[in-house]
């Protein structure tokens, strides 16, 4: 038994020490609709906006949640070497795909009281060594005006061309597919979609209209 507990503990660190590895990462801007191609990391962009008079703290830069970057923005997601790893962009936000989900397969569940489906496009291009899954190594969530974040997993339906059917892509490999979320009826259009990468503690926001 004691044995046991001894190799419980040594598979823990083992998990705890993968995650560690994985700990920071960056994400840049690289483009936003109708502009031509920039390459801005978040952090050392100028405050858009200036001081409102009343408070010397600066403007929230594009891509943080006050300042989400509009549709069609890419994103470079860099991991924790600092090396490129996915260039991810939001193509299309629809906030009510209910007659999709319905149409696309017949034992799709029905979205809750108050709810309605929302689909996010995105294309992605992985720039990493070796190979990964985008589906498993990127993802998407909605957080609303209210601040409740809401997953795919919520409400799990099938949609057309999901992210989650996407095969491991390797270096240069590129692929568009979406995202189907659940989403608060109420005020659905001051959301934002949330991009995460996988043991990477950076984020990035994106307009959900």
Aim: charged share 15%; aromatic share 8%.
């Amino acid at each position: 038994m004691r044995g046991e507990h001894r190799k419980s503990a040594a598979i823990y660190l083992v998990i705890i020490a993968w995650q560690l590895v994985g700990c920071g990462g960056t994400t840049t801007l690289v483009s936003v609709p109708n502009n031509e191609s920039t390459t801005i990391p978040i952090s050392d962009q100028q405050p858009i906006g200036g001081s409102n008079g009343t408070d010397n703290s600066p403007e929230p830069a594009v891509g943080d949640r006050a300042q989400p970057a509009p549709i069609g923005s890419t994103v470079l997601v860099r991991d924790s070497s600092g090396d490129p790893l996915w260039e991810v962009t939001l193509l299309e936000s629809i906030l009510n795909v209910n007659e999709i989900i319905e149409s696309e397969n017949q034992f799709n569940s029905a979205p809750p009281s108050g709810f309605q489906f929302a689909s996010a496009k995105v294309r992605v291009t992985y720039l990493g060594v070796g190979s990964k899954v985008p589906g498993w190594d990127l993802t998407l969530k909605f957080i609303s005006a209210a601040g409740t974040t809401h997953e795919e997993s919520d409400v799990f339906v099938v949609g057309p061309d999901n992210l989650t059917d996407v095969n491991e892509l390797y270096n240069g490999g590129t692929a568009t597919a979406s995202v189907y979320i659940a989403i608060p009826i109420a005020d659905s259009a001051k959301g934002t979609w949330r991009l995460t990468s996988l043991f990477l503690d950076t984020e990035f926001y994106f307009a959900a209209s």
